[in-house]
């Protein structure tokens, strides 16, 4: 996996009802840190495990600015993103940890 600077991950439970979206600059100590529960939170709370999509960003801007852009999505535009990506909504963090080795 390139080594970029931050990224924008959608994660969601293992029914696919709530959908968590964050930013960060370490995708995969940010998605063990929400399977493992390590922060009391929104994703703590209702059990949100599961990556289910995510974006690589060069500058912090440019992150920041596509987690408020999805943010400010309706739901249903959030499900086709993903849904275009990942049409099984499989969970991603194995593959990204696969990636970064």
């Known amino acids: 996996m390139r080594e970029y600077n931050y990224f924008v991950y959608i994660m ?4 696919n009802k709530v959908l968590y979206i964050g930013m960060c ?8 840190e929400h399977k ?15 990556l289910v999509y995510f974006e690589y960003f060069d500058n912090v801007e440019a992150a920041i600015g596509r987690e408020k852009q999805l943010k400010g999505w309706k739901r249903d535009k959030k499900i086709k993103l993903i849904s275009e990506k990942n049409p099984e909504w499989k969970d991603l963090y194995h593959r990204i940890c696969k990636e970064r080795n």
């Open 25 to 32: 600059n370490n995708l995969v100590r940010r998605v063990n």
């Open 12 to 15: 969601t439970t293992k029914y």
């Open 36 to 50: 493992n529960k390590i922060n009391d939170g929104f994703t703590k709370k209702y059990n949100i495990n599961k």
